[in-house]
């Protein structure tokens, strides 16, 4: 089993960074995708940033690249999305969310390929 606590987020104005941080313990053998996911009211889940934890590889919709980085400290099995240059469009719900997948069901963003999900944290923008 793999159990994921987040931390961070909060409220910030437009322009504005935060950090969130994902705490993750359990077997590390079934999390070779980790991503972070978003969901506002009325809406799906949507990948914003996707880290494979053991080669490094990383992507990024095209709404945050530029602007969120997806990093990781391997020793401490922590993941992290530091998020630049916010804007109001970027409030939601924020999860961390981990799977034993190939590269290709990883890569696809699909939340439900995951299998693990943090309990979220709220990250508000205002203009």
């Known amino acids: 089993q793999v159990q994921l606590v987040e931390s961070g987020g909060g409220s910030v104005q437009a322009g504005g960074s935060l950090g969130l941080s994902c705490a993750a313990s359990?077997?590390?053998?079934?999390?070779?995708?980790m991503s972070w996911f978003r969901q506002t009211p009325g809406n799906e889940r949507e990948r914003v940033a996707t880290?494979?934890?053991?080669?490094?590889?990383?992507l990024y919709d095209k709404s945050v690249k530029g602007r969120f980085t997806i990093s990781q400290d391997y020793a401490k099995n922590t993941f992290f999305l530091q998020m630049n240059n916010l804007q109001p469009e970027d409030t939601a719900m924020y999860y961390c969310?981990?799977?034993?997948?190939?590269?290709?069901?990883?890569?696809?963003?699909?939340?439900?390929?995951?299998?693990?999900w943090g309990q979220g944290t709220q990250v508000t923008v205002s203009s």
């Open positions: 359990g077997d590390s053998w079934r999390r070779n995708c």
């Open positions: 880290i494979d934890p053991f080669t490094g590889t990383t």
């Open positions: 969310a981990a799977a034993y997948l190939t590269w290709e069901r990883c890569e696809s963003g699909l939340s439900t390929e995951m299998s693990y």
